[in-house]
């Protein structure tokens, strides 16, 4: 024992801090991934926060934000894979409206890019944690 810690405590320490580096790398490789999608495929993207592509859009997404919600807290069953079925719920939603209604803004691929990531970053974490 090392001042009252274990070395099981310890080496746990050692994993966390590898899955910590391993995500820091892993979002780091995104937003690269991202800048070079931009250049690439000539994206325009828009400044600021998230703008909804017209009124149904932005209404529909509130109604699945808060369908899911509903969901999940009416069946406990469902409470661990609530992010995960709501990043790709919204993620795929949002990626088809900008497809439909600005194809020629590309911006569903980053879209596709992001919700593919934070679905990734849920993977590892639950894998590992």
């Given at each position: 024992m090392v001042q009252?810690?274990?070395?099981?405590?310890?080496?746990?320490?050692?994993e966390n801090q590898v899955i910590f580096i391993t995500l820091i790398a892993f979002i780091i490789s995104i937003i690269v991934l991202e800048k070079i999608m931009?250049?690439?495929?000539?994206?325009?993207?828009?400044?600021?926060?998230?703008?909804?592509?017209n009124?149904?859009?932005?209404?529909s997404e509130v109604a699945l934000i808060i369908a899911l919600i509903?969901?999940?807290f009416s069946n406990i069953e469902?409470?661990?894979?609530?992010?995960?079925?709501f990043l790709a719920v919204l993620f795929g939603f949002r990626a088809f409206i900008e497809w439909?209604?600005?194809?020629?803004s590309k911006v569903y691929i980053l879209s596709i890019l992001s919700g593919s990531a934070a679905l990734s970053v849920w993977i590892i974490l639950d894998l590992f944690l």
């Open positions: 009252g810690i274990d070395k099981k405590q310890l080496n746990l320490g050692k931009i250049n690439k495929f000539n994206i325009q993207k828009k400044k600021g926060l998230y703008k909804h592509v009124e149904f859009h932005k209404w509903i969901i999940i469902l409470r661990r894979y609530f992010f995960p079925i439909k209604y600005e194809k020629e």
